[in-house]
Structure formats: structure tokens, C-alpha cells
């Protein structure tokens, strides 16, 4: 059986997706929620320990939400906050993002190493967005925040990009589209590409874990096997859900 973790209430806990930075409930109910949800993923062997600077976490926020034009996203406070201080926690030195649209959930992630909410310094942080025009934005946004270009993110397809890549992948973060219908299916193919390239104590976060779970159905059994993960854990804090694994 899987593991997961439920936060109480997430059947309800939605968003305008058109306002990503709108309280949905009190800030201390936001923290104590990710709260849990970290120390559950520390309780499976998942991450080593539960701690990050709320002041750090604040001062990325804030500068995200002057600086990036965001024109939707499905990615609700608690998500943005778990995928951030899971960054904070395991501090990746080269991090690979596939499919990152306008750069939001990128920098969800790379925001723990660059920008003023930086707690430690990176070796690379790519993201892959297969549509140029969102790339394009994606990477105006990143700069906007970034000027030193550890961070960035190119128009290119992201299973190419993790199979050509020639060094360690410490995070894999996972939420893009493959074609012909594949959708979320592709999430497999790319892990797999990744997979002999992450050494011991890497992790993967999958977006959509719970909406799309049966799409997602081969990934889920191929994280979940202990022969490929020491662990993974289904972090149900909203609708959408994030799978989080460790090699």
C-alpha cells in the first residue's frame, strides 16, 4: 500500500487559479498543514529533517508575486510552500524541471537557491517548457529574480533534455504533457531518462498525484517499488496532489 499523507479538509481546500497569491486560509493553518505534511515525509526516510526559514520563505514570495507574470496556475499556497522547503531541506545541487509553463512552479523550486529567499547556492537549475512563447516568459520571469542565470529555463522537450543531460540530477520535478495523447503518462518515460543519472538520496516531485492518478497509474507503480525508491510518500494537501520520492 501506498503512503500518504492527508491533510484535513483538502477535498475543500481550493483556489482561484487566476490568483495564486490570495490567502485560502489563515497563515498559521497553511504552516502547520506543510508542517505535518514534512514531518510525515521525514517519519518515511523521505527528506532528513523538517526545518526552513519562514522569513526566507516570505522574502521569495513577495518577490514572485511583484515580479513574475503569471496568467493561471494550479499550484495552491500549501503546494508552493511544500515544493519550496523541500528544496530548503535537501538543498539539490543541480535540480530539473519538466514542464514548467510560465516559470511558477520552477521557481517554487529553484527559489530555495536563488532570489532573496536563497538559503543555499547551486551547480544548475534547468527547467524545460516544450511551447517557446511560455518558455520565453517562463525565463523573463526567472531573470527578474536570477541575474545570475544559475537558474533558467529553455524551450526544449523535456524527455531530450533529462536523457542528454550530462551530470547528476539531485531533483527531478515532474508536471509535463506528453503528446498524442499521453499526457501525464510521460511522467514514466522521463524518470526513467533520469533515473541511472540520480545518485542515493535524490528525490522526484510528481504534480497532479491525486487528480490524475490514473493517468499516472505506471509512474505511481514504479516510484512506489522499493526495488526503484527507498520511499514515496502521496502528499494529498489539495486537489492535485504531489508524489515525493526518494532513490
Known amino acids: 500500500m501506498a503512503a500518504v499523507f492527508e491533510a484535513p479538509g483538502w477535498q475543500e481546500y481550493r483556489m482561484d487559479t487566476r490568483n495564486p497569491f490570495a490567502a485560502l486560509?489563515?497563515?498559521?493553518?497553511?504552516?502547520?498543514?506543510?508542517?505535518?505534511?514534512?514531518?510525515?515525509?521525514?517519519?518515511?526516510?523521505?527528506?532528513?529533517?523538517?526545518?526552513?526559514?519562514?522569513?526566507?520563505?516570505?522574502?521569495?514570495?513577495?518577490?514572485?508575486?511583484?515580479?513574475?507574470?503569471?496568467?493561471?496556475?494550479?499550484?495552491?499556497?500549501?503546494?508552493?510552500?511544500?515544493?519550496?522547503?523541500?528544496?530548503?531541506?535537501a538543498q539539490p545541487a543541480r535540480m530539473l524541471a519538466a514542464g514548467v509553463f510560465c516559470g511558477f512552479t520552477f521557481i517554487c523550486n529553484a527559489g530555495a537557491a536563488v532570489g532573496p529567499g536563497a538559503c543555499y547556492r547551486a551547480e544548475e537549475l534547468l527547467g524545460s517548457e516544450i511551447k517557446p512563447e511560455e518558455a520565453a516568459r517562463a525565463e523573463r520571469n526567472v531573470r527578474a529574480l536570477d541575474p545570475t542565470g544559475v537558474a533558467r529555463v529553455i524551450a526544449a522537450d523535456a524527455g531530450e533534455?533529462?536523457?542528454?543531460?550530462?551530470?547528476?540530477?539531485?531533483?527531478?520535478?515532474?508536471?509535463?504533457d506528453g503528446a498524442g495523447g499521453r499526457g501525464k503518462g510521460i511522467y514514466l518515460d522521463i524518470v526513467q531518462a533520469a533515473y541511472d543519472k540520480m545518485p542515493a538520496g535524490s528525490l522526484v516531485l510528481a504534480h497532479n498525484s491525486v487528480n490524475l492518478a490514473g493517468r499516472l497509474e505506471h509512474y505511481l507503480a514504479f516510484v512506489r517499488d522499493h526495488a526503484h525508491f527507498r520511499a514515496s510518500m502521496n502528499m494529498v494537501l489539495d486537489t492535485e496532489g504531489l508524489e515525493v520520492s526518494v532513490k
Open 25 to 89: 486560509e489563515p497563515a498559521e493553518a497553511e504552516q502547520r498543514v506543510v508542517g505535518e505534511a514534512l514531518a510525515a515525509l521525514a517519519g518515511e526516510g523521505v527528506i532528513p529533517h523538517t526545518r526552513y526559514d519562514e522569513h526566507r520563505l516570505q522574502a521569495h514570495r513577495q518577490a514572485v508575486a511583484r515580479a513574475f507574470e503569471i496568467p493561471w496556475t494550479a499550484i495552491t499556497p500549501r503546494m508552493a510552500r511544500l515544493i519550496w522547503a523541500i528544496n530548503a531541506i
Open 161 to 176: 533534455v533529462v536523457a542528454g543531460y550530462g551530470h547528476p540530477v539531485n531533483l527531478l520535478y515532474l508536471d509535463a
